[in-house]
């Protein structure tokens, strides 16, 4: 079998930790998952609820109007999506803000984007002298600022490790031209402190510790507690701990064995369940106030999903009520994303109670 890891920077019969074999994996310049392809819809590798219907963006556009509102129609407001995929969201976003004129009059859109493919194909999707790609945070200068993340977490590499008589192993993968090898190592006196410095995480036997995504999400909650405002993310994961491997790999809306990753290196996407207990206590130690974390739907009917629909359906043919009845049942059933998808938002405001949440 090819060596396939080497166009990757993967050195064959070497040990790499799991982390850091993904985050080539899934953003190599030239070979990674994320900067070779197109990954989104029915015909890509995954869909998502953008991409599934447009009903998920107005309800993110609404909330972020009524959010300003909260927030006292500030002069100065920013909005940030957080790995925008193919554009979708926020090419109906930007449609929906210009009937707000007051809101739209303040705001500032950027789209925080590592890959560059994304990057062109949101630029050729999104034409709009209002909104901006950056690289950091730095470019949002003032007025409160709103970061919106959906399917963003899941996409950072996390770390795996395995307690074992009070020591800590981290797990990591060996390469060969015969595929993967799972093998543990000594977790660093650093990474074990981090660990141990949750409460959610005390107890466990296996742990998924997301350590790039906080080092991602320290940037963020820094220019919250600079500026006001505040983070809303939605994703696949769970409240209560699992004491199990959630990292799955997926290609043409499949699942694959990631043991035999080598043989798709650079065509799957690769992700894991978020922990929500987990965020929510790092917000908190970032001094955030945090909602309550809701099922995606539970937040979508509270934010009116269902009436929206029902003023849609007046001017619909019956295929076009068919189609949307379908997308809806796929956004807010049990079996689908209704109660996978979870939602949390945590910010700094002397406001509270924003909607979707109650």
């Excluded at 609820?49 to 972020?64: C, K, R, Y």
């Excluded at 007046?314 to 068919?322: G, V």
């Amino acid at each position: 079998m090819k060596n396939v890891f080497k166009n990757f920077g993967i050195k064959e019969n070497k040990s790499i930790p799991v982390d850091e074999f993904i985050n080539k994996a899934l953003y190599n310049p030239k070979f990674g998952f994320y900067s070779k392809k197109i990954p989104f819809g029915r015909k890509g590798d995954f869909v998502t609820a953008p991409t599934i219907s447009n009903l998920f963006s107005e309800i993110i556009a609404i909330w972020v109007v009524s959010t300003w509102e909260k927030f006292g129609k500030p002069e100065k407001f920013n909005f940030v999506e957080l790995g925008p995929g193919d554009g979708s969201l926020s090419k109906v976003l930007v449609n929906i803000f210009k009937h707000f004129t007051e809101f739209n009059s303040s705001l500032n859109m950027f789209l925080y984007e590592k890959s560059k493919l994304l990057s062109k194909i949101q630029k050729n999707k999104i034409k709009n002298s209002k909104v901006k790609w950056i690289k950091n945070f730095n470019e949002i200068k003032k007025g409160p600022v709103i970061f919106f993340g959906n399917e963003f977490f899941d996409a950072i590499p996390i770390k795996q490790f395995l307690k074992k008589d009070n020591l800590f192993l981290e797990k990591y993968y060996t390469t060969s031209v015969c595929g993967l090898r799972e093998t543990y190592k000594l977790a660093s006196k650093v990474d074990v402190l981090k660990i141990k410095s949750f409460d959610t995480l005390k107890n466990k036997s296996f742990i998924e510790f997301p350590k790039l995504g906080f080092l991602e999400l320290r940037k963020i909650t820094k220019k919250i507690f600079a500026q006001n405002g505040g983070i809303l993310l939605i994703d696949y994961g769970y409240l209560n701990s699992h004491y199990k491997n959630t990292l799955q790999a997926i290609k043409k809306n499949k699942k694959i064995n990631i043991s035999n990753i080598s043989n798709y290196l650079g065509d799957v996407d690769i992700t894991s369940l978020v922990n929500f207990s987990l965020l929510k206590e790092f917000f908190l130690k970032n001094n955030l106030k945090v909602s309550k974390i809701v099922s995606q739907k539970f937040f979508l009917e509270r934010m009116g999903i269902f009436e929206r629909f029902k003023i849609l359906e007046k001017n619909m043919t019956l295929k076009q009520k068919n189609y949307i009845t379908n997308t809806l049942n796929r956004l807010l059933n049990n079996k689908h994303m209704g109660e996978l998808f979870k939602v949390i938002f945590a910010y700094k405001s002397k406001s509270n109670n924003f909607f979707g949440f109650n």
